[in-house]
């Protein structure tokens, strides 16, 4: 598998997700700048996170009319995975190959710290080596990572099972306690309907060995690996 991660100006988990993708996993590994037109001939898509252009008029915002993004959404309007982590997700929602939007965590700071996340569906590309209701303990960066949509639209994501992590605590508990950010029904990661997209806001490129911490990620990205191998 060939992995394209995608820069822009103020990213600053590409460089994580290169040595994830190139030395962890051996796979060949591509970076892409913002203003290429062409993706390589990668298989698979990785959104790093970041401040892209800054955040400045929203997160993600600017980063979503960078050139390669016209190539990222017609590859994935192919069916081709595609991962957006963090400033990833919220780049993501821009371009409308994920509904709702990120915005300001309800406490107004910035959080840095350790997350519970439980998965929800273990029937994605992305969760296929994961147990139902499993436990992952996952970094979390970020000022702008509460998820919000339409009342309409949370039913609809719902109903389609398309949330994949939900915030929680340790024992699987999922309420506002364990929600860090805010973001309705303690969403932390969905999919796409087609199931090939993946956003969330927890890092998994900075859990890939017990030495820092937690080596949870690391399922992720061999799910990923696992089911296109099949």
Same mark, same amino acid.
């Given at each position: 598998?060939?992995?394209?991660?995608?820069?822009?100006?103020?990213?600053?988990?590409?460089?994580?997700?290169?040595?994830?993708?190139?030395? %962890? #996993?051996?796979?060949?590994?591509?970076?892409?700048?913002?203003?290429?037109?062409?993706?390589?001939?990668?298989?698979?898509?990785?959104?790093?996170?970041? &401040?892209?252009?800054?955040? *400045?008029?929203?997160?993600?915002?600017?980063?979503?009319?960078?050139?390669?993004?016209?190539?990222?959404?017609?590859?994935?309007?192919?069916?081709?995975?595609?991962?957006? %982590?963090?400033?990833? &997700?919220?780049?993501?929602?821009?371009?409308?190959?994920?509904?709702?939007?990120?915005?300001?965590?309800?406490? #107004?700071?910035?959080?840095?710290?350790?997350?519970?996340?439980?998965?929800?569906?273990?029937?994605?590309? &992305?969760?296929?080596?994961?147990?139902?209701?499993?436990? #992952?303990?996952?970094?979390?960066?970020?000022?702008?990572?509460?998820?919000?949509?339409?009342?309409?639209?949370?039913?609809?994501?719902?109903?389609?099972?398309?949330?994949? &992590?939900? *915030?929680?605590?340790?024992?699987?508990?999922?309420?506002?306690?364990?929600?860090?950010?805010?973001?309705?029904?303690?969403?932390?990661?969905? %999919?796409?309907?087609?199931?090939?997209?993946?956003?969330?806001?927890?890092?998994?490129?900075?859990?890939?060995?017990?030495?820092?911490?937690?080596?949870?990620?690391?399922?992720?990205?061999?799910?990923?690996?696992?089911?296109?191998?099949?």
């Amino acid at each position: 598998m060939r992995v394209g991660i995608i820069i822009f100006p103020g990213s600053n988990c590409d460089h994580d997700a290169e040595f994830t993708f190139r030395d %962890v #996993l051996k796979l060949d590994t591509k970076l892409i700048w913002h203003k290429d037109t062409s993706l390589q001939d990668v298989d698979m898509v990785f959104i790093p996170g970041g &401040f892209s252009f800054g955040d *400045y008029l929203r997160s993600g915002a600017i980063a979503g009319n960078s050139p390669i993004m016209k190539e990222v959404v017609n590859f994935a309007n192919k069916g081709n995975p595609v991962i957006g %982590v963090c400033n990833g &997700f919220q780049i993501l929602t821009e371009v409308g190959l994920l509904p709702g939007a990120l915005m300001k965590n309800n406490s #107004l700071k910035f959080i840095c710290d350790m997350a519970s996340l439980k998965v929800e569906n273990t029937n994605t590309l &992305f969760t296929s080596q994961c147990s139902k209701d499993q436990i #992952l303990r996952i970094p979390i960066a970020h000022g702008e990572g509460n998820f919000e949509a339409t009342h309409d639209m949370l039913e609809d994501i719902e109903a389609k099972q398309q949330v994949v &992590f939900r *915030y929680s605590n340790q024992t699987g508990d999922v309420n506002d306690a364990t929600n860090p950010n805010g973001s309705w029904h303690n969403i932390a990661g969905i %999919v796409n309907k087609k199931g090939n997209v993946l956003g969330m806001m927890p890092h998994p490129e900075r859990a890939i060995a017990s030495e820092l911490g937690s080596d949870d990620g690391l399922i992720i990205f061999e799910s990923l690996l696992n089911s296109v191998n099949a």
